[in-house]
């Protein structure tokens, strides 16, 4: 496993909460830490959670504290969440913690950073996501900015602060020292819609939300649509110029033709010359009617399958029912089947990856309160009496 040797104390709150899973799923040792009688049984908790060991344990108790101190000093990389300006983000300083262990990757991961006039700032995921600049993109031109409805800002800040802590650890091989790692969940989003900052830094224009459409393909400010509904959902897909482009709008006319379906407009295109840049809206939209007409005629399957064979561009819009079932996923064993609570079991997605043919291990199922406390503070060093006088005086739960 890539990072099995490494011990991992992720403290975070839901914001960083899969930047544990991604480095677990790695082969890290992660230990979520969890004080005594947190709900653990959130389905959100239990997917980003797996293949960590949970060690239950009061971090506002000056006993909690001084033992996690102990780990910390033993410790590669420390996850947290902690607010910037509060007793947490004190007690999780980053030059007492690089003073107690030289090595440590120290990430912390916070709205807007740990410095800046907004660091103190408190933000859900709509306000993360209007910040970023994602929500003018998202929605109908004349309505209201949009989020995606499950949040993403804390998967977007949570994936950035694993790559951040990959880069400090290679950073330490060169160096033989840690470092920490600030992230923001603004910034992550920002570098999530990296070409719209782009556009108005190279050509001064602002994108704005268009729906199903997207913007800036015509010279004449001509909109292509992007989504199209099918028999049996929506399909991906745009009438695109270039060499790949002209490729699939001709294996997609020639498709309808096939299909004794109306051309309208598209029988007469020269494909070969075609360029989409040229077009305007009334162009298009006499393009687009005939299109739209052929694919409210098919299922999203038969859209995959026809692009497939004809070699085109384009995908079927998945929904959660129809990634559950996914051929592709199934052959190359993405899911892990996990223990369920009272028995059973539960579908967690697997490893990122696949290394020299074999997917990244996801076979820790999602501890339960209290599971692993004794087993984690023997490893760092704690002998009996201390671990059974921590139990006794409530800092840590036991099974």
């Not at 989003?189 to 015509?218: C, E, K, Q, Y």
């Not at 033709?257 to 020269?270: K, R």
């Not at 009334?282 to 409210?296: L, Q, S, T, Y």
Request: a negative charge; proline letters at 6%.
């Amino acid at each position: 496993m890539l990072l099995e040797p490494y011990r991992v104390l992720d403290c975070t709150g839901q914001l960083g909460w899969l930047a544990g899973r991604i480095l677990a799923d790695l082969g890290a040792d992660v230990i979520k830490i969890e004080p005594p009688g947190a709900p653990l049984d959130a389905p959100d908790w239990r997917a980003n959670n797996a293949n960590k060991r949970l060690l239950s344990l009061d971090l506002e108790c000056e006993q909690g504290r001084a033992a996690f101190l102990k780990m910390a000093a033993a410790a590669d990389f420390l996850l947290e969440t902690a607010p910037p300006g509060s007793a947490q983000a004190r007690f999780f300083d980053p030059d007492t913690l690089a003073a107690a262990n030289a090595k440590l990757i120290h990430v912390s991961i916070t709205p807007f950073g740990r410095t800046g006039p907004r660091a103190r700032w408190q933000a859900s995921d709509i306000e993360l996501m209007a910040a970023g600049g994602a929500m003018s993109l998202a929605g109908e031109p004349d309505g209201m900015p949009l989020r995606v409805t499950a949040p993403q800002s804390n998967p977007w800040a949570a994936s950035q602060a694993a790559v951040g802590a990959m880069v400090a650890l290679t950073g330490r091989a060169a160096s033989g020292r840690g470092q920490h790692v600030d992230v923001s969940a603004q910034a992550a989003i920002v570098a999530s819609i990296a070409h719209a900052p782009a556009s108005w830094d190279l050509i001064g224009v602002n994108p704005m939300r268009a729906g199903a459409f997207m913007t800036g393909r015509s010279v004449h400010g001509a909109v292509y649509r992007v989504f199209w509904p099918c028999r049996d959902g929506y399909l991906n897909f745009i009438i695109y110029g270039g060499v790949a482009g002209r490729r699939t709008n001709q294996a997609l006319a020639a498709w309808m033709a096939d299909s004794g379906a109306d051309l309208g407009v598209l029988a007469d295109i020269d494909w070969a010359n075609f360029d989409s840049t040229q077009a305007t809206q009334d162009e298009v939209d006499a393009m687009e009617a005939p299109i739209g007409e052929f694919f409210r005629s098919i299922t999203k399957a038969e859209f995959l399958q026809g692009a497939f064979d004809r070699e085109m561009l384009g995908y079927p819009v998945n929904n959660v029912a129809d990634i559950a079932h996914d051929p592709q996923l199934e052959a190359r064993g993405f899911w892990a089947d996990l223990p369920a609570p009272g028995g059973g079991s539960e579908r967690h997605c697997g490893g990122l990856a696949m290394v020299d043919g074999e997917r990244l291990a996801v076979d820790r199922p999602v501890p339960g309160p209290g599971q692993h406390s004794r087993e984690v503070l023997g490893e760092f060093g704690f002998g009996a009496h201390e671990i059974d006088a921590l139990i006794g005086d409530n800092v840590v739960a036991d099974q």
